[in-house]
Nanobody, 125 residues
């Protein structure tokens, strides 16, 4: 079955960096656009970043532009989220998601086909 497994979360001070990874299995990874979402307590899950099937196109939420980057390695079936200059408001559970598409870079939350279990990121002030 399809599995998306996130790792790399943790506790970091404001201004610090983390790199999240999402390892995919059970699917043809290069056929999927990949995305990162996050959900803070009592808030809706929101889009953070998306990357197309090849890694050649990306899309970032305005709140993270200039600080986060998304990349993928199709040989390793893994998508990454590099997070720099972290702020306390970045604290959330981060989820990766897969959308079967070789056209899209990102999609609405409800349109993704598979989700990981999430990894907690906590940024202390």
């Amino acid at each position: 079955q399809v599995q998306l497994v996130e790792s790399g979360g943790g506790v970091v001070q404001a201004g610090g960096s983390l790199r999240l990874s999402c390892a995919a299995s059970g699917l043809t990874f290069s056929a999927y656009a990949m995305g990162w979402f996050r959900q803070a307590p009592e808030r809706e899950r929101e889009f953070v970043a998306g990357v197309n099937w090849s890694g050649g196109r990306t899309n970032l939420a305005d709140s993270v532009k200039g600080r986060f980057t998304i990349a993928r390695d199709n040989a390793k079936n893994t998508v990454y989220l590099q997070m720099n200059s972290l702020k306390p408001e970045d604290t959330a559970v981060y989820y990766c998601a897969a959308k079967l598409s070789r056209v899209l870079v990102a999609a609405a939350r409800g349109e993704y086909d598979y989700w990981g279990q999430g990894t907690q990121v906590t940024v202390s002030s």
